[in-house]
């Protein structure tokens, strides 16, 4: 239960730091387009070669229709209540945004947020490396998370102070799902099967389109040195 909140905590403050990226100009902000690509890639591989696997062994029947839930359920928050909601190094500073658009995106990286801690304790309810991976995929696209959040609330009109607290509210809600897996561990059942629906679509939804947005090989690299990394550490890690 600690090393599942200390690293939930960890993941929340990427949050912020997404969020600071944006609001101190003099911070380097190229540098997102990789933590993209690479936390897709390794996303991906986590969702389907450990948390599906992983939910099948305890819950084969019901499982796949979790995962599929969870998959419609961000499907549908993101095309309805937060339609105008884009993932990654966002463009929206140069643009006008509603102050209502600006507090669906809000609600919407809130929920992936939330889901995002719900991954991270359900991975280490059942094992160590299962937590550890979950942490890292999620862990990678934190920074861009809260960048995006920052950036769409100065969009609408808001303050800066306004935009790191949008950062605050992820983070939040980040370590809020950590919590209810710890404190409801029988929860795993489902919380695993539908942070593994969440995950790809928010891996292959949101993120790959980011990706393959950028001209050229390189950002297709990092994407599958995303997969690879993890299978690296896969085959490495000793069973845990």
Known sequence: MLLSFILGFIAAIADVVGGLVLIRRNWEKRYLRYFVALGAGFMLAVAFLEMIPESLHFSPHWSPLLVLAGYCAIHLLEHTITPHFHFGEETHHNEFVSSRTGYSVLIGLAAHALFDGVAIGSGFVLSNWLGWS???????????EGFTVASVMLASGRNRRTALVSALV???????????????????????????????????????PEVNREPGIRMALVFFAGVLMFLLLRLLAPAL
């Open 134 to 144: 979950i942490f890292l995929a999620i862990f990678l696209h934190k920074v861009p």
């Open 170 to 208: 992820l983070a939040a809600a980040t370590i809020l799902g950590v919590l209810v897996i710890n404190l409801l561990p029988a929860w795993v059942l489902v919380g695993l099967p539908l942070s593994a629906g969440v995950a790809i679509y928010v891996a292959a939804t949101d993120l790959v």
